[in-house]
């Protein structure tokens, strides 16, 4: 099956600081999520970008699905921007099954 | 997107006892799906459950351990069976959305068994 890897696997940064999180997956994908996971477990979807660009405030996404990589940036940080960030992907036409890769750790110190 | 809401958000169990997670959707969907999450670790889809048809599971989980049921298009259930301290996990339920393979999850449900 399809393979995500994801880096760093841990990273402490100051308040305010600016941040590239990266995912590489293994195969073509139909689909790529972006999650933020707070400290109380819940997966919060930050974004849906198979390709291209997108930007919601502090954060962004580009997807370059031919080299078969995503990066999320995150600008400015804060101390809420703590937890864990998962790269998801969709490799098989037709599947629906979300292939998650292991996470970076994200800890904003004030 | 769906409000997904589950029930319960977390337990401790007797290992050898069961447990049946909720999951609650605000809106009618066509695909549910349920995720086990072991400490420290990633995501791992347990099965794809669909309204009228048996659950389909993924490789290294079964129905007698995992019963699921889906008896409307807004409701389904996980069963937790026979349960050993390697079931604690969160587990979460998630849903399809609107574009190609997008999926949304509930908030969780952390199950602790001794």
């Known amino acids: 099956g399809i393979q995500v890897e994801q880096s760093p696997p841990d990273l402490i940064l100051q308040e305010g600081a600016n941040s590239t999180l990266r995912c590489n997956f293994s195969d073509s994908v139909n689909n790529l999520q972006w999650f933020h996971q707070n400290p109380w477990g819940q997966l919060i979807n930050l974004f849906y970008i198979p390709s291209g660009t997108k930007q919601n405030g502090r954060l962004s996404a580009t997807t370059v699905a031919t080299e078969r990589y995503s990066l999320l940036y995150i600008s400015s940080s804060q101390t809420t921007d703590s937890g864990v960030y998962f790269c998801a992907v969709v490799g098989r036409a037709g599947s629906y099954q979300l292939t998650f890769g292991k996470g970076t750790k994200l800890s904003v110190i004030p | 997107s769906a409000v997904i809401s589950q029930k319960p958000s977390r337990d401790i169990c007797q290992r050898g006892t069961s447990l049946t997670i909720q999951c609650q959707v605000d809106?009618?969907?066509?695909?549910m799906f349920w995720y086990r999450q072991q400490p420290g670790q990633s995501l791992t889809l347990i099965a794809t459950a669909n309204q009228g048809s048996e659950a389909t599971y993924e490789s290294g989980f079964v129905i007698d351990k995992f019963p699921i049921s889906r008896p409307n298009l807004t409701f389904s259930t996980l069963t937790v069976s026979n349960m050993s301290p390697e079931d604690s996990s969160i587990y979460l339920c998630?849903?399809?959305?609107?574009?190609?393979?997008?999926?949304?999850f509930g908030p969780g449900t952390r199950l602790t068994v001794t």
């Open positions: 998630s849903v399809k959305g609107d574009r190609v393979g997008e999926q949304y």
């Open positions: 809106s009618q969907v066509t695909m």
